[in-house]
Structure formats: C-alpha cells, structure tokens
C-alpha cells in the first residue's frame, strides 16, 4: 500500500523557517514526479512546488527564493525548506506524487499526481 507522511509544520513567527518531509513507502518514488501543494482555510488547493526525477524544480512565484523542495530517493522523501516565512503561507500543506508524462504536467496541476498525504498544517504568526 502506497503512503505518503508529511511532517515538519508547526507554528512559527513570520520571518522564521521550517523544513517540511514527506516520506513515501510502498514502493520506490526515484522516477515520480513529486510535488508540495498547500490549501488555506476557505481557499483552493494551490501548487507550490515539484521536483521532476531529472530532477527539474519549478516553484510558484509567490514562494521563489524562499523555498527549496529537494528530494533523497534513498530514503524516499522529498523536503520543502521554507525560510523568511510570511503570514500568507498558512496553510495545510500536503506532498503528492506522480508518474509518467512530462515534468510540466506536473506543475501546478493537482489531478496529475495519483499519491497524497494527509497534509501538515503550518502556521505563521505576525
């Protein structure tokens, strides 16, 4: 059975960081696609980032330069280091994965991913 965990988040001052894991289990991730969405109270689900198997990266612009996903396919997980931290950024954050396809349909398209984690609620206070 496929899992993703997601953990890391937590409650921080804006200005701070957090490094967000999400660890995969059930099969090897090296060649999916694997991505960081994040969903706040009363809003959509919203891309925020994906690193490709090549592995490519591509970030939404509200997050460059402040977040850096990166993955370690021999332990089957993906991190989201999040640094300089507003209060927009609150939100559910949750790791997906998908194969097959280009990288690009990867990028900013929530239905292309076949895993999801059950998401880790970060917080940033003022």
């Known amino acids: 059975q496929v899992q993703l965990v997601e953990s890391g988040g937590g409650l921080v001052q804006a200005g701070g960081s957090l490094r967000l894991s999400c660890a995969a289990s059930?099969?090897?991730?090296?060649?999916?696609?694997l991505g960081w969405f994040r969903q706040a109270p009363g809003e959509e689900r919203e891309f925020v980032a994906v690193i490709g198997w090549n592995p490519n990266t591509y970030y939404t612009d509200s997050v460059k330069g402040r977040f850096t996903i990166s993955r370690d396919n021999a332990k089957n997980t993906v991190y989201l280091q999040m640094n300089d931290l507003k209060q927009e950024d609150t939100a559910v954050y949750y790791c997906?994965?998908?194969?097959?396809?280009?990288?690009?349909?990867?990028?900013?398209?929530?239905?292309?991913?076949?895993?999801w984690g059950q998401g880790t609620q970060v917080t940033v206070s003022s």
């Open positions: 059930g099969r090897t991730f090296s060649s999916y696609a």
């Open positions: 997906a994965a998908g194969a097959g396809g280009a990288f690009g349909s990867y990028v900013r398209t929530a239905r292309r991913y076949d895993y």
